[in-house]
Nanobody, 125 residues
Framework: QVQLVESGGGLVQAGGSLRLSCAAS????????MAWFRQTPGQEREFVAA????????NYAESVKGRFVISMDTAKNTVYLQMNSLKPEDTAGYYCAFRYGYSGGKYGVRDMSYWGKGTLVTVSS
C-alpha cells in the first residue's frame, strides 16, 4: 500500500504561481511513476504531468507545457508541481497519483494505482 498526501493548494491571481507537493509513504519500492491530475466538477479527471522515480523522464499535458514543471526528490519520495503563469482555467482539484514501475508512456486514470485526496487550486481573474 502507498499513501499520498498533497499540499500547497490555495487561491492565487491569474499570472501568479503555486507549488504543490505530494509525499509518498508506505511500500514505494525503488521503481515507480508519480503524476498529477486535475479535475473540475462534472468533468473527468485529466492528466497534467508525470515523472519517473529517478526524475529524468517527464511528460506534460499540452495545456500546461512551458508553464508547469514537475520534479522529484527521490530521497523524500516527494513530487512537486511548480505552476507558473496560472490561468483561471487551471482552477481545479489537483490529485497526486502513483504506480509501480514505468507506465509505458500511458497516463490515464486507469494507469495509476494509488491516489491522494487532492488539493484545491483556485485562480482568480
Amino acid at each position: 500500500q502507498v499513501q499520498l498526501v498533497e499540499s500547497g493548494g490555495g487561491l492565487v491571481q491569474a499570472g501568479g504561481s503555486l507549488r504543490l507537493s505530494c509525499a509518498a509513504s508506505g511500500r514505494t519500492l525503488s521503481s515507480y511513476t508519480m503524476a498529477w491530475f486535475r479535475q473540475t466538477p462534472g468533468q473527468e479527471r485529466e492528466f497534467v504531468a508525470a515523472i519517473n522515480w529517478s526524475g529524468d523522464l517527464t511528460n506534460y499535458a499540452e495545456s500546461v507545457k512551458g508553464r508547469f514543471v514537475i520534479s522529484m526528490d527521490t530521497a523524500k519520495n516527494t513530487v512537486y508541481l511548480q505552476m507558473n503563469s496560472l490561468k483561471p482555467e487551471d482552477t481545479a482539484g489537483y490529485y497526486c497519483a502513483f504506480r509501480y514501475g514505468y507506465s509505458g508512456g500511458k497516463y490515464g486514470v486507469r494507469d495509476m494505482s494509488y491516489w491522494g485526496k487532492g488539493t484545491l487550486v483556485t485562480v482568480s481573474s
